[in-house]
């Protein structure tokens, strides 16, 4: 068996080519597009209900924070708290008590992170690293 094309992984006997990354897309996907059709045909009954629009309104937010939380604290296959990450993450959160316009805050995040990258200043505080089971 061949080391394959630069970047990716060999082909092993019995894989599929679906990672579990890829299946949970698609199902993500799949369950996006069944919300979606559920709204366009569901009653003013169900889609009026008061639990249901507090929840949705509350999925992105939750959707948003979870994608902050894995970007900061994940570097492949661990988890690693690092000192310019969570400067970045800490720029941002100032950003938003001054209710600077969210490119604002996305910027501030990424050139303060860059900033310290850049000046050799990261410090990896913990890392935890995640091994595959079996």
Known sequence: MGAGI???RPRVEGD??????WIAVIATSVGCYAFKVAGLTGSDRILGNPRLQRFTALIPMALLAAL?????TASGRSLTLDGARLAGLGAAVIALLLRA????VIVAAAATAAALHALGLTLR????????IR
């Open 68 to 72: 902050i939380a894995t970007q900061t």
């Open 101 to 104: 316009p969210f490119l604002a």
């Open 6 to 8: 630069a970047g990716r």
């Open 125 to 132: 505080l913990v890392t935890w690293h995640l091994y595959r």
């Open 16 to 21: 599929n080519g679906l990672s579990a990354m």
